[in-house]
Nanobody
Framework: QLHVVESGGGLVHSGGSLRLSCAVSGFTVDEYLIGWFRQAPGKQPAAVLCESKSDGRTWYLDSVKGRFTASKNYAENTAYLRMDNLKPEDTGVYHC????????????????WGQGTQVTVSS
């Protein structure tokens, strides 16, 4: 069973940085692309970044381009989301999830959302 646990969120001032972690089990991070999602209160998670498994073209939500970067540590079987120059509108619960195809990530086609990790950016 594919399982992920997110961590690393917190409260930061506008302009600050955070690095979120996505520890995975039941699969290895090189088997699937990892997508990152932001969930606002009362809403479903929406994609902010989706890796590509084939052509290296990462998909980004326009508002995070140039500020968010994904990476993986294969030895630790963990994916990371580096978020720089954070803005108040980045506030939300962040989730990660594995996908076999990028289009599935972009449409948030995942039904096993976990707790996520809260990111709060103050102005």
């Amino acid at each position: 069973q594919l399982h992920v646990v997110e961590s690393g969120g917190g409260l930061v001032h506008s302009g600050g940085s955070l690095r979120l972690s996505c520890a995975v089990s039941g699969f290895t991070v090189d088997e699937y692309l990892i997508g990152w999602f932001r969930q606002a209160p009362g809403k479903q998670p929406a994609a902010v970044l989706c890796e590509s498994k084939s052509d290296g073209r990462t998909w980004y939500l326009d508002s995070v381009k140039g500020r968010f970067t994904a990476s993986k540590n294969y030895a630790e079987n963990t994916a990371y989301l580096r978020m720089d120059n954070l803005k108040p509108e980045d506030t939300g619960v962040y989730h990660c999830a594995p996908f076999p195809e990028q289009f599935m990530c972009e449409t948030a086609a995942w039904d096993d959302w976990g707790q996520g990790t809260q990111v709060t950016v103050s102005s």
